[in-house]
């Protein structure tokens, strides 16, 4: 194979990406790889000025731009799609991103906190994908098809070490809800897959950094490190291009073997 038959099979010049919580971590690192390879990318997050500052951080080297948008309700979900189709007639790449995480003792475990997660995390992946359905599907064909891309997470799967029970719950929910809508939207020509990340060093796991130290928690990870941005990227890129259009309702962990081999 040629270098440039590598390139394009791995390209997504000039396709069109939403990463949802993009402004920083997980979602900021696959937003960039997408930006650097040349595909013009919407991020978005609550904060709207830390979204601005990320989307003109990240335009450097490309095409980024930032929408401003809660996805925890179907109002806000809505209204993200609707200023995406005052600017573009298809979505060819989602990546359902955004997420939150709330740890408490089972028995003082918080309705609120429950709430917070399945809210952002499967309501706003689902109602998201919903809201986008037909810009995905203008996107689609055969040879090409549209691209669905939720961050789920080694805690959909590993019993975790923390008290996260509606995290790990929701995860669950995210890995399951993906095969389903993988099956349902495939004669559309869209494919729906799912990162699993393992423990990646974003503003959600710092927290447990200073309580617990780095080293405590990299003692169960077999590859003896965190997951980084390149990581994340090479999983995305690979889902996002022709290399990965016949792969479809796939659960890829990128964990370091923590939650496959730990
Ligand atoms: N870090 C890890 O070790 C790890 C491991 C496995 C899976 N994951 C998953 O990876 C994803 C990203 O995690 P991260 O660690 O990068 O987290 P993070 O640093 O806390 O970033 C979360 C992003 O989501 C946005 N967000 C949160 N609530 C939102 C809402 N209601 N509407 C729109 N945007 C919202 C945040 O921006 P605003 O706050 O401004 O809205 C931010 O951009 C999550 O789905 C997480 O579950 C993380």
């Known amino acids: 194979m040629q270098t440039q038959q590598l390139k394009d099979l791995y390209g997504v010049a000039g396709k069109v990406v939403v990463v949802t919580g993009g402004s920083r971590g997980i979602g900021r690192a696959i937003a960039q790889g997408f930006v650097q390879g040349g595909a013009r990318t919407y991020i978005c997050a609550r904060d709207e000025q830390a979204c601005l500052q990320a989307a003109q951080e990240m335009a450097v080297g490309g095409e980024c731009v930032a929408i401003a948008a809660d996805l925890s309700t179907i109002e ?70 549209a691209r669905v891309i939720n961050i789920g997470s080694i805690g959909g799967f590993r019993v975790p070490d923390h008290e996260t029970y509606a995290y790990s719950a929701s995860k669950a929910a995210v890995h399951q809800l993906s095969k389903h809508l993988a099956r349902q939207l495939a004669p559309d020509g869209v494919t729906v897959n799912v990162i699993a990340p393992g423990r990646y060093r974003s503003e959600m796991l710092e927290k447990a950094i200073a309580l617990q130290g780095a080293e405590s928690l990299l003692a169960p990870i077999p590859l003896g490190r965190f997951v980084e941005d390149d990581d994340l990227v090479g999983a995305a890129l690979f889902l996002a291009s022709k290399a990965g259009s016949a792969v479809t309702g796939a659960i890829l962990p990128v964990d370091c073997g923590h939650g496959t081999v730990g």
């Open 76 to 145: 806000g979900c809505r209204d993200l799609a609707a200023r995406l189709a005052a600017k573009e007639t298809h979505v060819d790449v989602l990546v359902n991103n955004a997420g939150t995480i709330w740890t408490q003792p089972l028995a003082e475990y918080a309705e609120s906190g429950w709430s917070k997660v399945f809210d952002v995390n499967v309501k706003g992946t689902f109602f998201l994908i919903q809201s986008l359905l037909k810009m995905l599907k203008s996107a689609a064909s055969p040879q090409d098809p």
